[in-house]
Every structure is written in structure tokens, then in C-alpha cells.
């Protein structure tokens, strides 16, 4: 505590922050506290620069891409959380802070005093920044790098290891950070005990909440080291959700087994509801979450109710309902990696082998668009890439602009689709994973798309989308990108694009998720 001074300028506000911690089956594990600054409060180049309020987290792509290697390959898997993160790193400039409330306290002379921050704190603008530039320090002191594909991907240099520590044991050791949460591979236990080591001594570690990985950013993983396999999944998000709009009542209804009706959705005028009815948006966000991690089945779904977020009728909300009812009855479903490169497709494929069928840690990637279904005239792109018998990545998105055929339509979802792919084999590069001249093979089933793609020359009817063509030809030309005809029925991105009847629903379901 400082007396306050004219020169100090506007202290931020604090206030105390009241959360309910539940464990991985939903139950409450602890009551917590915690201090935190009102950063709405803070005054640019005051308190805080302009470069310093964006701090990146680990994608959930490169997360999963992490898992599923890690699993392919036999590594354990470990987390860790640092304890009260923001406040192990410094501030470079002095901030004040008012006092919290209940800790008020004065001056000999009854003169106000404020908060001096030396380290940083949860709330305020710059926290997550500090943290994370002093973790990155941290990180590459022992001798670790950031992938260039993702920032917060940090991989052993085992020579920069040695430089630091020459008692640095053999082995691999990769570690995600989420803010404070670590996700943690390691190729032997020897490596592991080594790293837990230093970042114990640098900082504190919360003790119940490390250990081997079974829960992590909501998602419980579950492991069978004797059948290769690995499964990401969501029941308690799920639960809470369904509990939260009161569908636990008791009363009998049918088993939902579709995401949605293979019906359109269509637009309303003005709102049916409010949100004291309805909280139509809360639960689209929960959704989104659940479909972002673990649950590219109900992508499409959430997709097309999205597009309904600012004007909901009774229609979409019963639609809406719906979906959470199915996610419920599915609870049990989620992401599966694969140790033999597992594939629920065994059947011959065009006279080879099956696009699933690869070697391990192979991407294969879809991509498939549906053509101007959406009461806009916009087209929707689905794309999912596959690695390890379950899939890495996944997006359903309207397409910004109006296509004005199938192959157009087709060529955008291709583009976005080469752009991810491009991405994820970065970072499989970097991992040591795949040779740089690994060539990515982008399942079509698209004619059109193809030909247009490989053929390296001018068409007519193209020029107005000739940009993305002639990005789509430059990669196949340099021998980075290949397109290869897959028939719809093995199109695993055709359920991405666009509703489905049960029975193909049901199918391409069990070839990506494998239930």
C-alpha cells in the first residue's frame, strides 16, 4: 500500500470474483475467491500499451494433433496448472490499483492509499500478456522452441537443452499451454519427471489439478493403452447443458438419433421470444463450444442455427431443443484416435486403397460444399481432416460471397480447405512428424473442382474466381497439394455441408467418430 499521489493518476478498480469449480463428473470440488482488477478502468499508455493486450492460447486443431500423434506413438500424457499464473510475472511499468473490498485500510495520517501491482493480475488488460511472454522465457531457458504453427506448441531442442542442463535426459517432451493449463507428451517417464522438475522450481504448481491427463478445457480424456485408442468427450458440458434448460423433468419423449431434420430452416422477421423465455444465444454458445472440441457431428447443425442468432422463431428454438436433446442421447460420443491407424471403412476404394487407410500420422483432408441451399443464395464449405482414424479438424461455414455454380462453390471450399491443411502440415513439419515434401492429398468429389485445380491455364468461365485458382494450381503445381476423386458416399465432408437423412447421417458418423 501506497499513499496516493496526484502523479500516480486514475488507480484501477478491483473487486472480488465468486466461482463454483466443478470436477470432471460435474460435482462441486471447491468454493473459490479471487481477487481480480477492473481493467474496463485502465487508461491506454498509462497502465497499459497497446501491443500488450493479446496473449494467444493453443488452438484446439493443434491440441488434438498433439493427442493424437502422442497416442499413435505410445507417449504418456501428463497436465499440469500453474498456480495463480497472471501473478508470477512482472509488470514492466508500476500500476495502482484501489483497495479490495473488506481489506480497507488508511494512512497515519487518515490519508487514502492504493495498491501498488508489482506483478501482474487477473482482470487487467496486460495480464495475459506478461504471462505468457514470461512462460515463453521460461520454456525457452530449458531449451524449448514455438513451433512457428502455433506460439503456445513448445517442443524440447534436446542440444539448447543440454546448453542449459547437461543432466537433461534423452527424449521428446511437447507442451500446449492454455493459459496455465499444460498439456504435456512425453516420449519416456524419465523426461517427464525432468520437466515437472523445472517448472516447479520456477513456479507453484496446483498439485490437484496435475497428473496424468484425464480432463482438460471441459473435455474428459479416456485412454486404453492395450487397444491403441483414445477418446475425447463431453458429458458433463453436455449434462449441464440439458439440465439448464430444464429438459431433466422427468417426463418420457422419443430418443433423438439426428442432430436436425433434413427440413431447412427458415427466416423469420422479427422475434418470436425474449431471452427470459428463451435464452436462444447462451445455448448456441454452449453448443458451439461442445462442437469446436469434441463433436464434429453436430457442426452443420449449429452452423445453420447460427445464422438464425438475432432473429429466433419458435421454429428455431424447437430446432434448438432439439439438438441439445440429441447431443444428450449422444453424450457418450466424441473424438477417437487410433494407435494401428484404425479405419470403420475397410471396403476397396476406386481400385486402391481407402482414403481412411493411410500411413499413421498421415492428414487425409475433405472437402465438400453444398451449392446455394441457404435463404441468402451463399453456399455453405464443410471440410474435416482425418489423422489417426478420428478427425483433428473440422469447420461448416457460409461462404462469404454468392457462387454461381457447383464448381465454384466447390473451388472456395477447396481453398479453405488447402489453407488448413497447409497449416496443420507446418506443424506436423516442425514436429518431425512428416518430411517437408510430404504432398497433401484433398479428397473431392467434385469433377469440375478437380480439373479446374490441376489445370494450369486460363478459364473464361473462371475469371471471376481466378484468385483462388490460381492458389489452388500453385500448390498443386509445386507439388505441395494433390486433388483425388472420392465418390460421395465416402465424401466425409458431405455431412458438414449440409442435413442428411438418417441413414447417411448414421454412416458418416460412424466413419469419422466411429459410433
Not at 152 to 172: I, M, S, V, Y
Not at 237 to 243: E, G, T, V
Not at 430 to 452: H, P, S
Request: charged residues 25%; glycine residues 6%; hydrophobic residues 35%.
Amino acid at each position: 500500500l501506497v499513499p496516493r499521489a496526484a502523479h500516480q493518476g486514475r488507480p484501477i478498480g478491483s473487486k472480488w470474483v465468486y466461482r463454483i469449480k466443478r470436477d470432471k463428473d460435474g460435482a462441486i470440488a471447491k468454493f473459490k475467491s479471487r481477487l481480480v482488477a477492473t481493467g474496463f478502468s485502465e487508461i491506454l499508455g498509462q497502465s497499459y500499451m497497446s501491443d500488450e493486450v493479446y496473449a494467444p492460447v493453443v488452438s484446439y486443431d493443434s491440441l488434438r494433433t498433439m493427442l493424437s500423434i502422442a497416442n499413435q506413438r505410445g507417449w504418456d500424457l501428463h497436465q499440469s496448472d500453474v498456480s495463480n499464473a497472471y501473478l508470477q510475472s512482472y509488470l514492466p511499468r508500476p500500476q495502482y490499483m484501489t483497495q479490495p473490498k473488506g481489506f480497507e485500510r488508511t494512512g497515519p495520517k487518515g490519508e487514502p492509499l492504493v495498491c501498488k501491482l508489482q506483478r501482474g493480475l487477473y482482470g487487467t488488460k496486460s495480464g495475459g500478456y506478461h504471462w505468457n511472454r514470461t512462460l515463453t522465457e521460461f520454456m525457452r531457458s530449458i531449451g524449448f522452441s514455438q513451433l512457428t504453427g502455433d506460439p503456445c506448441f513448445h517442443k524440447l531442442n534436446h542440444d539448447q537443452a543440454l546448453k542449459a542442463d547437461p543432466n537433461t535426459p534423452e527424449g521428446e517432451c511437447w507442451v500446449c499451454a492454455y493459459v496455465d493449463d499444460l498439456t504435456i507428451a512425453t516420449s519416456s517417464p524419465a523426461i517427464y519427471d525432468w520437466f515437472i522438475g523445472k517448472l516447479g522450481d520456477r513456479f507453484p504448481i496446483n498439485a490437484s489439478e496435475s497428473g496424468e491427463l484425464d480432463w482438460i478445457l471441459s473435455m474428459r480424456i479416456q485412454r486404453d493403452r492395450k487397444a491403441g485408442t483414445l477418446t475425447l468427450t463431453q458429458d458433463a458440458a453436455i449434462d449441464k447443458l440439458y439440465r439448464s434448460m430444464g429438459l431433466d423433468d422427468g417426463r418420457p419423449r422419443a430418443r433423438v438419433t439426428t442432430p436436425m431434420t433434413a427440413q431447412r430452416l427458415t427466416k423469420c422477421s422479427k422475434p418470436e421470444f425474449s431471452k427470459e423465455d428463451f435464452d436462444y444465444l447462451s445455448i448456441i454458445g454452449s453448443l458451439l463450444h461442445i462442437n469446436m472440441l469434441t463433436r464434429p457431428d453436430i457442426s452443420f447443425a449449429v452452423n445453420a442455427l447460427t445464422r438464425h442468432a438475432s432473429c429466433p422463431s419458435m421454429e428455431h428454438a424447437k430446432a434448438l431443443r432439439r439438438l441439445v436433446i440429441y447431443c444428450y442421447d449422444t453424450k457418450h460420443l466424441g473424438v477417437t484416435y487410433h494407435r494401428d491407424g484404425h479405419t470403420s471403412c475397410p471396403e476397396v476404394y476406386e481400385g486402391g486403397m481407402h482414403p481412411l487407410t493411410t500411413p499413421h500420422n498421415h492428414m487425409q483432408v475433405f472437402a465438400d460444399s453444398d451449392y446455394a441451399q441457404d435463404y441468402t443464395r451463399r453456399s455453405t464449405s464443410g471440410m474435416v481432416v482425418m489423422m489417426n482414424g478420428g478427425p483433428i479438424t473440422w469447420s461448416s461455414k457460409l461462404q462469404k460471397s454468392c457462387a454461381q455454380s457447383t464448381a465454384e462453390a466447390e473451388v472456395i471450399a477447396a481453398t479453405e480447405a488447402v489453407k488448413e491443411a497447409l497449416h496443420l502440415q507446418l506443424l506436423l513439419e516442425e514436429l518431425g512428424v512428416v518430411a517437408q515434401e510430404t504432398k497433401i492429398t484433398i479428397l473431392e468429389d467434385n469433377a469440375a473442382c478437380i480439373a479446374q485445380g490441376a489445370e494450369l491455364r486460363n478459364r473464361r468461365a473462371a475469371k471471376h474466381y481466378e484468385v483462388r485458382l490460381r492458389f489452388l494450381q500453385d500448390h498443386v503445381l509445386q507439388k505441395h497439394v494433390e486433388f483425388v476423386y472420392c465418390p460421395t458416399k465416402d465424401q466425409l465432408a458431405d455431412g458438414f455441408s449440409k442435413p442428411l437423412d438418417r441413414l447417411l447421417f448414421l454412416d458418416h458418423r460412424r466413419q469419422i467418430l466411429g459410433h
